[in-house]
């Protein structure tokens, strides 16, 4: 009894807060899929989980469900999201787009509107039931070691190929990728983050806001872009157009600028950030 009181599950500790806050924002959106907020807050929750999941949790069965809950959870999240935030941009814009801009969003509205009727749908009392359930029969299970920056390694080597293979935003495929990667090796670095000082943890989690504002912004224009060319496909010349999509071009130009700039800046400190460094090995 006593020996069982000196070693708890840890990991309980450090992702039974996560989960809660997950559950809690799903049973939000449940009750009212068109909050857009509780739909963000939700999908950022759902991935912090993943992320701390990573490396806190040794590979098992119930953890691999638990991943595959979250994971759908993420998606049908992120297809209303998605919708939200490209119909949120266009609503503000130069007089000379102003047409193409009304058009495209009533077009995204519509989307938006089915899509949360099948979130709606989708997410019902027995599935957030059963994700409450997997997260336990999870955190049941044996502890990994105590996570350190060591721990990061495998998120960051993956950023470091992906960002060996040349400009980023070239490839929108690989720019997504290494938007995902990075998105991961944030939450896991805020997730240890009494491994750092206190100065070298507020940089790193300044510069990764940096990073993913920059990427962001660019794929929330590129995915707007490709909405405008599908919109043209089928109804043809539409006034304003054009112009939308020359100004979509040059954002996301100074997008791409300003994350390959802050990129070689994560990678300059990526021994620091692993733990890889000399002031940092035993």
Excluded at 90 to 98: I, Y
Excluded at 219 to 237: E, L, P, Q, S, T
Aim: aromatic content about 4%; overall charge positive.
């Amino acid at each position: 009894m006593g020996e069982h009181a000196k070693t708890p599950f840890p990991q309980r500790a450090a992702l039974t807060p996560h989960a809660s806050r997950l559950l809690s924002e799903l049973r939000g959106v449940m009750k009212d899929p068109s909050d857009a907020d509780a739909v963000h807050d939700a999908r950022v929750s759902a991935r912090r989980l993943l992320a701390a999941l990573e490396i806190r949790l040794p590979e098992s069965e119930a953890g691999e469900e638990l991943r595959g809950r979250l994971d759908k959870c993420v998606r049908r999240l992120g297809r209303v999201r998605n919708l939200d935030v490209a119909e949120r941009f266009l609503r503000r814009g130069p007089a000379a787009e102003a047409a193409a801009r009304r058009a495209l969003a009533e077009k995204l509205r519509r989307q938006a509107k089915k899509a949360r009727r099948r979130l709606g749908s989708w997410l019902t009392p027995g599935r957030i039931r059963r994700v409450k359930e997997a997260v336990a029969r999870a955190l049941a299970g044996p502890a990994a070691p105590e996570p350190g920056r060591i721990s990061l390694a495998p998120r960051l080597g993956a950023v470091m190929r992906l960002a060996a293979q040349g400009r980023p935003m070239d490839d929108p495929e690989r720019a997504h990728e290494l938007r995902r990667q990075i998105r991961f090796l944030r939450y896991q670095q805020e997730s240890i983050a009494g491994c750092y000082p206190a100065a070298a943890d507020a940089a790193f989690r300044a510069m990764f806001v940096r990073l993913q504002d920059a990427a962001g912004e660019w794929h929330d224009r590129f995915a707007i872009d490709r909405a405008a060319v599908r919109f043209a496909r089928k109804r043809g010349g539409v006034k304003g157009l054009a112009a939308l999509r020359r100004r979509l071009a040059v954002e996301m130009r100074a997008r791409a600028t300003r994350f390959e700039r802050e990129l070689a800046g994560l990678l300059r400190r990526s021994s620091e950030l692993a733990g890889t460094d000399a002031a940092n090995r035993p």
